[in-house]
Nanobody, 125 residues
Framework: QLQLVESGGGLVQPGGSLRLSCTASGATFEYYAIAWFRQAPGQEREGVSAIASSGGNTNYADSVKGRFTISRDNAKSTAYLQVNSLKPEDTAVYYC??????????????????WGQGTQVTVSS
């Protein structure tokens, strides 16, 4: 069974950057599509970005286009979310999730089966 662990969150000032990591174990990472979601207190989980198993296709929510970049290194069983130009409204717990088939790039949480425990990102001055 695929297991996912996120890391890289923290406290950052507005305009700052972070690189979130999602490291997988327990199954063949390169078979799975990966997505990032976030959830702020009192709000529904929001899709942020997704990447196909090959890394060739990506998808972004309109709210993060041009600021966030998703990538993956299948040799390291790790996916990344580079988050730049952070705003206070980006504050949330960020989760990575995985699903098959690998060509999925939807950012709908109902499409994803395996989830990590989340990493907190706080944007504040």
């Amino acid at each position: 069974q695929l297991q996912l662990v996120e890391s890289g969150g923290g406290l950052v000032q507005p305009g700052g950057s972070l690189r979130l990591s999602c490291t997988a174990s327990g199954a063949t990472f390169e078979y799975y599509a990966i997505a990032w979601f976030r959830q702020a207190p009192g709000q529904e989980r929001e899709g942020v970005s997704a990447i196909a198993s090959s890394g060739g296709n990506t998808n972004y929510a309109d709210s993060v286009k041009g600021r966030f970049t998703i990538s993956r290194d299948n040799a390291k069983s790790t996916a990344y979310l580079q988050v730049n130009s952070l705003k206070p409204e980006d504050t949330a717990v960020y989760y990575c999730a995985a699903t098959r088939p690998g060509w999925v790039t939807a950012i709908d949480p109902d499409e994803y089966v395996y989830w990590g425990q989340g990493t907190q990102v706080t944007v504040s001055s």
